[in-house]
């Protein structure tokens, strides 16, 4: 019997230590409970901060931070537009050579034109010569007859269509001796003009365009 009675008072000095637990935990205030909840939020939220700033940001040898993160990478073209972009470079490419080698050719052209325009030219000459010779040789009286009138005026006509060629003829009297117009065939004392100066001419010179058809033949002054 006295077993039994102990056990009885044991078992009811349990049961009110845990009343007492159970009330105390009652007379908790939400603020409290409140707070408690607050912070486990914010120290889960300061460990994950953390745990991204280790994963984003990492110091290298020098103490500066490198991102883990290269940014995004760049989108791919097209190949559809690559195509275009090739074929546009392409044609563009040829358009440009296509226009040096017109301007190429049509340079080369033209200078084939001048050197043979110039070589028949260089020919007519000694014509043009022998023409001014026959001129010069005739009497007054000779130059009134009608076939001398005709010579000159064929001689006339000849000469208009050099000079619209481009064909223009040295002046070399009384200039200054030039070698690259002038070829000196002989040395003359002269009181009318100084050392150096063209004193006759003995075969006209012509030039075509700006090249040098053929150069003077000049007397000096000495």
Request: hydrophobic share 30%; proline share 2%; charged share 40%.
């Amino acid at each position: 019997m006295a077993d039994l009675d102990r056990e009885e008072e044991f078992m009811e000095e349990t049961q009110k230590n845990d009343n007492g637990d159970i009330a105390q935990e009652e007379k908790l205030s939400p603020e409290e409970t409140e707070g408690e909840t607050t912070e486990e939020v914010s120290g889960k939220d300061d460990s994950q901060d953390e745990d991204a700033d280790v994963d984003t940001d990492q110091e290298d040898g020098d103490g500066k931070k490198k991102s883990r993160f290269f940014g995004k990478k760049e989108k791919k073209k097209d190949k559809k537009d690559q195509q275009i972009e090739d074929l546009t470079d392409r044609l563009m490419r040829q358009m440009a050579e296509f226009d040096n080698f017109r301007k190429r050719t049509e340079k080369e052209k033209a200078q084939m034109f001048d050197s043979g325009a110039s070589d028949i030219l260089e020919k007519i000459l000694p014509v043009i010569d022998d023409m001014e010779r026959g001129l010069q040789a005739l009497s007054d009286e000779e130059k009134e007859n009608s076939f001398a009138k005709g010579m000159e005026m064929i001689y006339k006509k000849l000469m208009g269509i050099l000079e619209n060629a481009g064909v223009e003829p040295i002046d070399a009297a009384g200039k200054e001796f030039d070698p690259n117009f002038h070829n000196a065939v002989m040395q003359s004392p002269s009181e009318e003009y100084e050392s150096g100066y063209v004193v006759s001419e003995l075969q006209k010179g012509y030039m075509y365009k700006d090249k040098v058809l053929r150069h003077s033949m000049v007397i000096v002054a000495e």
